[in-house]
């Protein structure tokens, strides 16, 4: 190693090359929609989602050492950091009247974001010709770690757990896509209705754009403050390629979405993931990017991280390198623009576990 790693420079090797940890300490989200095959890790009061079970995860140069109740960081021989692990929260050891656990519904994310996929199935998923080839939605409901549909009124119960018990403050609601022109939206909407009628808890939908933009306005009357439509891939090429069912619908028409939800929900509260790692080019994700920020959308960009299981299980995540230069560079364009993943009221962008984007701003 040529010196000592900044903060920035840790995080950003940490998601590219993943975390080998042992024993106890190797707990952590598998299969599922994503974040997957990760863990929550606190460094220096800033927690990231960490690799833990992912092929490159396993010969990570980084591995974490248990000693007398510290947990460090060790890297190329050295000690790098101290971290720590968000506990489990204490919402997971409640069940519904019929029997389902509460961690079945939702799940902590970080370390205080609530966070479920309504609609655990997607009418892409189970053909490979249409599926994005990144997804494991499937794979915690074949595992029984989560149920189908999550109801509005369990949604109200876990919450409003989540937040008495466990301090959470903000939520996340994403959903397969159903075979409906809607998108999920309606179900969203019930949800988003469900928790807003036990608590006041700031929630995130997410899902495709929906064939009526006035699903926009609906989303908000229900309780949702910000919203989430999510690129993932720029190039259509590299879309076609990946996720070819979603590639049906036109980046251009997302652009025409972002517009529509930007003036219902405003600026800095619409946001889209950009898996960066995929094919797209760093001068492709700026130029996406600077499109996003001129409308008000927060460009959330993520380092793809390869899911066992998947299509793409043995794609490499990016490196560490190609990542910094890309926060480097966005990172002061979001703050000239005034777009803040801390200003959002709720979800991924303002959670900014997945990604190290939020530390390269201001």
């Not at 460094?43 to 050492?65: C, Q, R």
């Not at 970080?110 to 997804?135: E, K």
């Not at 979603?246 to 219902?264: G, S, T």
């Not at 560490?320 to 777009?339: I, N, V």
Request: aromatic letters at 8%; hydrophobic letters at 40%.
């Amino acid at each position: 190693m040529s010196g000592p790693l900044s903060k920035q420079e840790l995080i950003a090797q940490l998601q590219s090359h993943g975390l080998r940890l042992e024993g106890a300490g190797r707990s952590g989200r598998q299969g599922g929609a994503g974040p997957s095959d990760h863990k929550a890790v606190t460094l220096d009061g800033t927690t990231v989602m960490v690799p833990i079970f992912t092929g490159t995860a396993a010969h990570s140069p980084y591995t974490v050492v248990f000693e007398a109740g510290q947990a460090m960081i060790f890297g190329h021989g050295e000690a790098l950091a101290p971290v720590s692990f968000p506990r489990q929260p204490q919402f997971y050891g409640l069940s519904t009247p019929e029997g389902v656990p509460y961690w079945k519904i939702a799940l902590l994310h970080s370390t205080d974001i609530l966070a479920t996929t309504v609609l655990q199935t997607c009418m892409r998923y189970s053909d490979r010709a249409t599926t994005c080839q990144f997804c494991a939605i499937g794979q915690s409901l074949e595992a029984e770690r989560t149920i189908a549909r999550k109801s509005p009124e369990d949604l109200g119960a876990v919450a409003e757990a989540a937040v008495r018990l466990d301090g959470v403050k903000h939520a996340v609601l994403t959903t397969g896509t159903p075979h409906s022109s809607d998108r999920g939206a309606a179900y969203l909407s019930a949800c988003a209705q469900g928790i807003k009628d036990r608590v006041n808890l700031p929630i995130q939908a997410q899902c495709e754009p929906p064939d009526d933009f006035a699903w926009f306005e609906r989303l908000r009357q229900a309780g949702v403050d910000s919203l989430g439509m999510h690129l993932e891939a720029l190039d259509p090429a590299v879309r076609v390629r990946i996720m070819p069912g979603k590639a049906q619908v036109p980046v251009d028409y997302y652009f025409a979405a972002f517009e529509a939800a930007v003036r219902v929900f405003g600026r800095g509260e619409v946001s889209t993931y950009i898996l960066a790692g995929l094919g797209d080019s760093i001068e492709q994700v700026l130029a996406a990017c600077q499109r996003l920020i001129k409308l008000g959308v927060y460009p959330f960009v993520v380092p793809f991280v390869p899911i066992s299981g998947t299509p793409l299980a043995d794609h490499l995540a990016p490196s560490s390198d190609w990542m910094l230069t890309l926060y480097r560079a966005l990172g002061p364009l979001l703050t000239q623009s005034g777009l803040s993943a801390r200003a959002s009221k709720a979800g991924c962008a303002k959670c900014g576990a997945c990604s190290g984007l939020s530390a390269f701003e201001g």
